[in-house]
């Protein structure tokens, strides 16, 4: 369902809904708003605009083949256990799919975007060297694994975008990559019980959450001056990894 | 349409008054609850959600100027404070009079979303200091806050369009600390788009649905707009005019 539809069902809930509206303009300007978000996606030449920055300067390659090994992991993952014959069923078919998908195009993206320079995959070990012997027997192993990886990628993006500020045109593709992470980890939080956004530093593995229980932001005690609680305060607020902490996080994952 | 507590004014005039942004917050989310039951109650409280502890109310008609997005880290950052401003205000509606129907679970749920917006606001307001633009009045009057479909619908478009604003202006700051801390609210914005997507439609693709993400092979990027892009969404949404001169990306 796209917003133009929503928009559509709106009307069907409520007929009377432009009705209520001072002016008739109202309606176009709500519908532009609608038209506009759907539309809202640019076709960018992804693989010459990287190209060309990259070129320029070795931490925007370093920082896109460190990108490129978290998208190698998560789209093996995801495609492993959306292919494992009545693994995945229903919703949880359906999530995975669409999150394969995406994590597979990341995948594709970079690649294209660093040519001769691209890391190899490696190849990976998703029990973590027997820590997680029923990944792809268990749906709530497998969930769990998920959620880390993709609260990890969310934290991991974060932590290298300062280092993309040379770079605009890449920076705002691994913002657009980050943000897709971001939606993928609260619905995999939701389908595994949890709110979409991280309280404190809650969850597991603890390395995953380590330091996101953050209420200083900007010099500024957000507890002291909103009145609001810890949990709220950190919940609105995704703290940055540094890559030392995401690679302690995803070694056990390298074969 | 039942009509609001004949007290109103009083309440807002307490609002509006010298008590600290807590008190202020604690008052309203008293005024809140004794009139959740109200019902919807649009065109009586659609001007009352101007942040009580703003420095400065604007007025409608007023031109806000954002000053300079693009050449000055300031006018990106009063930009992000418009935003937030109209996110908060909205959810503010939104528990204020609940649609029919709302239960237990949605409203915890957009009640966290409304907390995390005022603390984005309040974030940025104390970031701004006396640079701040003042407290924006909404203009609400599009949505119909009875309607859960109306009201999820506008919600994941003001997300979605929030996400795609800071994915676009992250290149337009000079500050790493900035950057980051726009990193850090962005990524919560997402979270919250793709929640009230599954609010709105449930066990779909719709939390990242190809309408938000780009679908193609080589893509699954998310939005990314300028600023006068999403200047020229939300305006027909805040009463005064807001203003930003940008350079070309």
Same mark, same amino acid.
């Given at each position: 369902?796209?917003?133009?539809?929503?928009?559509?069902?709106?009307?069907?809930?409520?007929?009377?809904?432009?009705?209520?509206?001072?002016?008739?303009?109202?309606?176009?300007?709500?519908?532009?708003?609608?038209?506009?978000?759907?539309?809202?996606?640019?076709?960018?030449?992804?693989?010459?605009?990287?190209?060309?920055?990259?070129?320029?300067?070795?931490?925007?390659?370093? #920082?896109?083949?460190?990108?490129?090994?978290? *998208?190698? &992991?998560? /789209?093996?993952?995801?495609?492993?256990?959306? $292919?494992?014959? !009545?693994?995945?069923?229903?919703?949880?078919?359906?999530?995975?799919?669409?999150?394969?998908?995406?994590?597979?195009?990341?995948?594709?993206?970079?690649?294209?975007?660093?040519?001769?320079?691209?890391?190899?995959?490696?190849?990976?070990?998703?029990?973590?060297?027997?820590?997680?012997?029923?990944?792809?027997?268990?749906?709530?192993?497998?969930?769990?694994?998920?959620?880390?990886?993709?609260?990890?990628?969310?934290?991991?993006?974060?932590?290298?975008?300062?280092?993309?500020?040379?770079?605009?045109?890449?920076?705002? #593709?691994?913002?657009?990559?980050?943000?897709? *992470?971001? &939606?993928? /980890?609260?619905?995999?939080?939701?389908?595994? $019980?949890?709110? !979409?956004?991280?309280?404190?530093?809650?969850?597991?593995?603890?390395?995953?959450?380590?330091?996101?229980?953050?209420?200083?932001?900007?010099?500024?005690?957000?507890?002291?001056?909103?009145?609001?609680?810890?949990?709220?305060?950190?919940?609105?607020?995704?703290?940055?990894?540094?890559?030392?902490?995401?690679?302690?996080?995803?070694?056990?994952?390298?074969? | 349409?039942?009509?609001?507590?004949?007290?109103?004014?009083?309440?807002?005039?307490?609002?509006?008054?010298?008590?600290?942004?807590?008190?202020?917050?604690?008052?309203?989310?008293?005024?809140?609850?004794?009139?959740?039951?109200?019902?919807?109650?649009?065109?009586?409280?659609?001007?009352?959600?101007?942040?009580?502890?703003?420095?400065?109310?604007?007025?409608?008609?007023?031109?806000?100027?954002?000053?300079?997005?693009?050449?000055?880290?300031?006018?990106?950052?009063?930009?992000?404070?418009?935003?937030?401003?109209?996110?908060?205000?909205?959810?503010?509606?939104?528990?204020?009079?609940?649609?029919?129907?709302?239960?237990?679970?949605?409203?915890?749920?957009?009640?966290?979303?409304?907390?995390?917006?005022?603390?984005?606001?309040?974030?940025?307001?104390?970031?701004?200091?006396?640079?701040?633009?003042?407290?924006?009045?909404?203009?609400?009057?599009?949505?119909?806050?009875?309607?859960?479909?109306?009201?999820?619908?506008?919600?994941?478009?003001?997300?979605?369009?929030?996400?795609?604003?800071?994915?676009?202006?992250?290149?337009?700051?000079?500050?790493?600390?900035?950057?980051?801390?726009?990193?850090?609210?962005?990524?919560?914005?997402?979270?919250?788009?793709?929640?009230?997507?599954?609010?709105?439609?449930?066990?779909?693709?719709?939390?990242?649905?190809?309408?938000?993400?780009?679908?193609?092979?080589?893509?699954?990027?998310?939005?990314?707009?300028?600023?006068?892009?999403?200047?020229?969404?939300?305006?027909?949404?805040?009463?005064?005019?807001?203003?930003?001169?940008?350079?070309?990306?």
């Amino acid at each position: 369902m796209n917003l133009q539809n929503i928009l559509n069902e709106i009307e069907k809930v409520d007929a009377e809904v432009y009705e209520r509206l001072d002016h008739v303009s109202r309606r176009h300007v709500f519908q532009n708003l609608m038209k506009k978000a759907v539309l809202g996606v640019a076709p960018v030449a992804f693989g010459s605009i990287l190209n060309k920055a990259y070129a320029q300067n070795s931490a925007v390659v370093e #920082v896109l083949n460190f990108a490129l090994t978290l *998208e190698y &992991l998560e /789209a093996e993952f995801y495609n492993i256990g959306t $292919g494992r014959a !009545g693994f995945l069923t229903g919703e949880a078919m359906t999530t995975f799919m669409q999150i394969a998908k995406h994590e597979n195009a990341h995948v594709a993206l970079l690649k294209s975007a660093l040519g001769g320079a691209a890391v190899a995959k490696p190849n990976f070990d998703f029990t973590a060297k027997g820590a997680f012997p029923t990944v792809f027997t268990s749906y709530q192993t497998f969930l769990a694994v998920a959620q880390a990886f993709e609260d990890t990628g969310v934290r991991a993006y974060k932590g290298q975008a300062g280092r993309l500020i040379p770079a605009p045109d890449i920076l705002t #593709v691994a913002l657009q990559i980050h943000s897709v *992470e971001a &939606l993928h /980890a609260a619905k995999v939080r939701y389908l595994n $019980g949890n709110k !979409g956004w991280i309280v404190n530093s809650n969850g597991f593995p603890a390395a995953v959450y380590a330091g996101d229980d953050v209420v200083v932001q900007g010099g500024v005690n957000l507890v002291g001056l909103t009145g609001l609680s810890m949990e709220r305060v950190t919940e609105a607020f995704d703290e940055p990894l540094t890559k030392e902490q995401v690679l302690a996080i995803v070694s056990p994952f390298l074969a | 349409m039942e009509k609001l507590p004949n007290d109103q004014t009083d309440v807002r005039q307490m609002l509006t008054g010298r008590e600290s942004a807590a008190l202020g917050r604690r008052l309203f989310m008293r005024y809140i609850g004794a009139t959740a039951a109200a019902g919807v109650a649009l065109s009586a409280c659609q001007n009352e959600l101007v942040d009580p502890s703003a420095r400065g109310a604007a007025r409608a008609g007023d031109v806000i100027d954002l000053g300079d997005i693009g050449y000055d880290d300031i006018g990106v950052l009063n930009y992000a404070y418009a935003l937030e401003q109209l996110e908060a205000a909205f959810y503010m509606q939104v528990i204020m009079t609940p649609y029919a129907g709302m239960n237990g679970y949605e409203r915890s749920v957009l009640t966290e979303i409304r907390d995390h917006e005022i603390i984005h606001r309040e974030l940025f307001k104390a970031a701004l200091g006396g640079k701040a633009i003042p407290g924006l009045t909404p203009n609400f009057s599009s949505i119909n806050f009875g309607s859960r479909a109306a009201v999820l619908g506008v919600a994941r478009t003001f997300e979605a369009v929030g996400v795609s604003a800071y994915n676009g202006a992250g290149r337009l700051l000079k500050s790493a600390d900035y950057l980051t801390l726009a990193g850090k609210i962005v990524s919560v914005e997402a979270r919250h788009t793709s929640i009230i997507s599954e609010l709105l439609n449930p066990m779909t693709t719709s939390f990242a649905g190809d309408d938000i993400v780009n679908p193609g092979p080589a893509s699954g990027l998310g939005e990314a707009r300028k600023p006068e892009e999403v200047l020229a969404l939300v305006r027909p949404f805040i009463q005064e005019t807001i203003n930003g001169r940008t350079q070309p990306q």
